[in-house]
């Protein structure tokens, strides 16, 4: 796997570069790839933390992202979401990777609080694997099979 640059900014230490390529690999894995229109830009981003992760190798490609959004904005917890490796990076391991990061992260800069997600349904035993637990029965989001998941 290529080494993978972190950074973890608030919205407004985003610069225009980052949140470009953020908006680019949203759009291009969450509504091109899954063929699903959805409102991406839903206000949340500005009250959010943003992780990217940029290619060692080419530093203007952005492999990895992620958002974390405050508590009781969207949940009364803190929540990841948004959560999306480039399609060149998949089985790399750079997921993993992400999500490590972004908990570790939360951990550090935001204490030690619990954190939901809402998981595609396919994805559960990889969410598992970092402690979340089912919390919701299956619901569409976006037509899209999901399970909301809690890490206390």
Not at 11 to 39: I, T
Request: aromatic share 10%; with cysteine; glycine share 6%.
């Amino acid at each position: 796997m290529a080494t993978i640059r972190w950074q973890w900014l608030r919205y407004d230490d985003m610069g225009k570069h980052e949140l470009y390529e953020a908006m680019v690999l949203r759009q291009e894995v969450f509504v091109v790839e899954q063929n699903c229109p959805y409102q991406d830009a839903d206000r949340l981003d500005q009250h959010s933390w943003h992780l990217l992760g940029w290619s060692d190798k080419n530093p203007q490609q952005l492999l990895a992202y992620l958002r974390v959004v405050e508590k009781e904005l969207k949940y009364s917890e803190i929540s990841i979401g948004r959560v999306v490796t480039h399609p060149s990076t998949r089985g790399t391991g750079a997921g993993r990777e992400l999500m490590a990061t972004a908990i570790n992260c939360i951990e550090k800069h935001l204490d030690r609080q619990a954190i939901r997600i809402s998981a595609q349904e396919y994805l559960l035993s990889f969410y598992g694997s970092f402690g979340f637990v089912p919390v919701s029965d299956i619901y569409l989001e976006d037509d899209i099979p999901h399970v909301e998941m809690l890490r206390s």
